[in-house]
Nanobody, 115 residues
Framework: QVQLVESGGGLVQPGGSLRLSCAGSGMSFRLYVMGWYRQAPEKERELVATITTSGGVKYGESMEERFTISRDNNENRIYLQMNSLKPEDTAVYYC?????????WGQGTQVTVAS
C-alpha cells in the first residue's frame, strides 16, 4: 500500500529556512502527482505546492515567493524548500500523493516558526 513519510520539520526562527522531505513507498512513484499541504491550528488545510509527473509545479497563493517544490523519482522523494519563514507559516505540513481521483496522505510534520 502507498505510504508517505515526511521529515524535516522543527522549530525555526523567523527568517530561517527548512527543507522538508517526503519518502514514498508501495507505489510507482513517478506516476503520481505529488504535493505539500499545510494546516494551521483552527484553519482549513491549504495547498502549498504540487508537482506533476513531468515536473510541472503549482503553488498556493503567495507560496511561490518563498517555497520551492521538487521531486526525485529515483529516490521516490519530494522536497519542499522553505525560505524566509514567517510565524504564519507555522502549521503541520502534509505530503500528498494523487493518482487519478485517489489521494494518499502522510502523517504530517510540524513546522513552528518562532523566536
Amino acid at each position: 500500500q502507498v505510504q508517505l513519510v515526511e521529515s524535516g520539520g522543527g522549530l525555526v526562527q523567523p527568517g530561517g529556512s527548512l527543507r522538508l522531505s517526503c519518502a514514498g513507498s508501495g507505489m510507482s512513484f513517478r506516476l503520481y502527482v505529488m504535493g505539500w499541504y499545510r494546516q494551521a491550528p483552527e484553519k482549513e488545510r491549504e495547498l502549498v505546492a504540487t508537482i506533476t509527473t513531468s515536473g510541472g509545479v503549482k503553488y498556493g497563493e503567495s507560496m511561490e515567493e518563498r517555497f520551492t517544490i521538487s521531486r526525485d523519482n529515483n529516490e521516490n522523494r519530494i522536497y519542499l524548500q522553505m525560505n524566509s519563514l514567517k510565524p504564519e507559516d507555522t502549521a503541520v505540513y502534509y505530503c500528498n500523493a494523487r493518482l487519478s481521483t485517489r489521494d494518499w496522505w502522510g502523517q504530517g510534520t510540524q513546522v513552528t516558526v518562532a523566536s
